[in-house]
């Protein structure tokens, strides 16, 4: 059971830290904290005619902190220098060191903005000034650390706390999507190194889950069965291109792999929603992602960056018959030297070209030793 304790910043956004023990009633927290300047402004959505989907306008994140030293990490506890002057962060003073953490985005793709209305493009699509939510999920306070150098209870206690922030912002009618996602290493482009991901909620179905959701519909009207389900059930019987199996969950190199060591993850019982995995699923996610993500550092003998996405079914649709949750890893190493780049046929066009078999790089990933821990019946975590 995770804990957890909700703070306002001067600046309006909410901070919430979690822990597996309860906060004391007399708990505070202070700043100094990093605000949001003055010169901010919300980001809106404008309708991209021509292709049909939305396109996010947000000036405001050209002025976030790009790859700061480890000692102005605004992702840090606050450090007190020797004059004792603290340097301000988005951590807030005066508490217990959190073990995970959640704030609202200070350079948010989207945001609430203003509820006024938008304006009308040349199509008579109205353009959106209340677009969504952002939110950061701080996983570990260690700055050094990375998803697969977590221990299985604490990766297990970042899949409760993505749970949770689900279950609570699909109580918001106006959100329509919740995504969570990470983006590791520099090659794919982050500003920040310490540990963490974030959690996008959108007021429509993003273009590309809506194709899914689409086809999965569709799929289900005619054959009456889930299309992920149906996928993660042939993999399971074919066998050639899984990469790790419990009984509650399946990991696979999908049959048409657009990135070369690309990996699936999804629950082996149709879940709709990621907060619908039961505590037998969460421990076993902690397990099934901490191996992909040893093996990608196994691999090449690297941390490998990667992208990891969660695409599940629209927000409060838990009885979605056709689709359920999974997670997408897109690393972006081909071979040790070589990067996948989305390039002109890729970004004009839409269609990926994969340079190796997914058969063979599955065989690669699985072949792959490494060792995670284990949990006891209890569900306590073994060396």
Known sequence: MLHKFEWRKPDGRLWIEYSRQPYPDDYRLTGPV???PESWSPPHLRWHAMRGEFVSISASRQDRPFLPPREYCPLCNPIVRGDGVIVPSE?????????????????????AGNRGGGERD?????DRTVTGRCEVVLYSPRHDSTLALESLSHIEGLI?????????????????????????GTEIGVTLHHPHGQLYAFTHIPPFVATEHHIAAAHHAQTGECLVCAIAGEEERIGERLVEMTNTMVAFVPYAARYPYEVHITSRCHRPLIHQLNDVERREL????????LKYNRLFNFSMPYIMVHHQAAARDGECPSYHWHIELYPPYRTAEKLKYLAGVESGTGLFINDTFPEEKAAELRAIQVSVGAFDDEGRETK
């Open 91 to 111: 951590v807030p003073l005066g508490g217990r060191c959190y073990s995970w953490a959640v704030f609202e985005n200070m350079f948010p793709g989207l945001s």
């Open 286 to 293: 902690a397990i099934v992602l901490k191996t992909v993500l």
């Open 122 to 126: 040349s199509s008579g699509v109205t």
């Open 34 to 36: 990093v605000e949001r």
């Open 160 to 184: 409760a706390v993505w749970q949770d922030r689900c279950r609570e912002l699909e109580k918001d009618r106006e959100l329509a999507y919740l995504f969570p996602f990470e983006n590791k």
